[in-house]
């Protein structure tokens, strides 16, 4: 027991602290973060998805218990394996996972590490189930699928690490794939920090727009990306598999001498933004592609010249107004990736091993889709919105004292909590999920 001598306040004397070790927890809401994971069935999805993943012979702690204190652990915030001796002692989270002692962080550290390309693939299936569940639930038929790249800074010599001139910065250069409409997480990929923005998408991406179509194979699919992605192996893709595309185009000499002539006879005061259709084929387009390519015009009156922005689509029958709006909409999946990396560790590159690296990246979005089913399944329309941390500080961080009496467990909740209805009404919808 601490001296709580040496823990007065001298704003009022009669104030003193001492860490006695009374069974309190900060952690009272993840008891609702693990009713629903029971209800959903989570524990069956991880063996149905991730067999024989673990083979180690009689472990003290079970695959299931540390992928699921893990991803507790990122839920209310811990992204820090240090984390963990500290909450060794915590009540909740051992209450959580029906322990009576936390896996350590050398038993986290050497989890990670052991799993290998299998296991993230494993973890890949284990996302789309959980996203599939959210789109029958909501009966999704359009899809925006924001496919990005994002820079996960490093800081030492981790392997694959490389310098990306357009971040100035050391790290790894990941793709990251999410539902504009919804804000699912569909997919992720790690890749070295020296590759171009497009590399390896169309892989990437055709197992995502091949489950999106069994999940619903009238789902009215769009696929949107900045310049970066402006490939043809893409638009391979998504003209076999008869997905809709609308990608941002780079200048180059051909384009600036079509926008040049379109703008030529405009008056030196118009201000005003114009729309073109342009009549343009890139050379290395077969023939029989018949892709649409328009051009928005705009300057202001601080500008000398005009300033052309390009896409390309397959949208025949929406206007270019209309198409210029849906791309600059692209921007909400900047939002989404930094809920990711803020919210739950996306950017965390502690590891030295790519693959390992690789593991809690997988971790990180599963992470992020248990959180954005629960907010869909269980919370009101009002909240479905918020952030991580907003659930955080008003749901999950909630203080408790836990007692047993005659073998049953009773966690003690504060009255004067001002988001106490919140916590009955979340359990009161997790109780009625099917």
């Known amino acids: 027991m601490t001296n709580i001598l040496d823990h007065s306040l001298d704003f009022n004397s009669k104030i003193s602290f001492c860490d006695d070790g009374t069974q309190l927890t900060n952690d009272a809401g993840l008891f609702l973060t693990t009713e629903f994971l029971q209800k959903i069935d989570f524990n069956k999805m991880i063996k149905s998805f991730l067999p024989q993943i673990d083979s180690r012979c009689r472990p003290k702690h079970g695959f299931s218990e540390l992928l699921t204190q893990l991803l507790l652990q990122k839920i209310a915030g811990y992204q820090n394996d240090s984390m963990i001796a500290a909450l060794a002692k915590d009540a909740a989270l051992k209450l959580c996972l029906g322990t009576d002692q936390l896996a350590s962080q050398p038993t986290i550290s050497r989890f990670i590490n052991r799993l290998d390309q299998t296991a993230t693939d494993g973890f890949s299936r284990l996302n789309l189930a959980l996203n599939r569940r959210l789109i029958a639930q909501s009966n999704q038929s359009d899809m925006v699928l924001d496919v990005d790249s994002t820079h996960c800074d490093t800081f030492g010599n981790q392997v694959e690490s490389a310098y990306n001139p357009h971040y100035a910065s050391m790290g ?12 699912m997480l569909m997919g992720a990929k790690h890749r070295p920090g020296n590759v171009y923005t497009s590399n390896g998408v169309a892989t990437f991406l055709k197992p995502i727009i091949a489950f999106i179509t069994r999940a619903n194979p009238r789902m009215n699919l769009l696929v949107r990306g900045d310049s970066g992605f402006a490939t043809p192996e893409l638009y ?16 180059n000499a051909r384009l600036s001498a079509l926008a ?10 118009d201000f005003c933004e114009h729309y073109f259709t342009l009549d343009y084929q890139a050379e290395h387009w077969p023939e029989d592609w018949h892709l649409r390519v328009v051009l928005k015009a705009s300057r202001s009156v ?4 005009w300033h052309f922005e390009y896409l390309v689509t397959t949208l025949k029958d929406v206007t ?10 692209h921007g909400i999946a900047e939002n989404f990736i930094k809920e990711a990396k803020e919210g739950f560790g996306f950017d965390k590159t502690n590891s030295h091993s790519f693959q390992a690296n690789n593991v809690r990246m997988w971790l990180a979005v599963l992470s992020y889709t248990l ?9 009101s329309s009002s909240m479905q919105s918020k952030t991580i941390g907003t659930l955080r500080f008003q749901l999950f961080h909630i203080a408790g004292r836990v007692t047993t009496h005659a073998h049953k467990i009773v966690v003690h909740l504060s009255r004067s909590n001002p988001f106490i209805q919140l916590f009955w009404f979340a359990l009161h919808r997790i109780h009625q999920l099917d």
């Not at 790894?172 to 804000?183: S, W």
């Not at 391979?236 to 200048?251: G, N, V």
């Open 320 to 329: 270019i107004i209309d198409l210029f709006r849906a791309y600059h909409k």
């Open 236 to 251: 391979q893709l998504c003209l076999d598999t008869k997905t809709k595309f609308l990608i941002k185009l780079k200048s």
């Open 302 to 305: 601080d500008d000398l010249f």
């Open 371 to 379: 959180t954005l089913v629960f907010k869909q399944l269980v919370l």
């Open 260 to 269: 040049m002539k379109c703008v030529e006879g405009l008056r030196p005061d």
């Open 172 to 183: 790894l250069h990941p793709l990251i794939a999410f539902d504009g409409l919804t804000g």
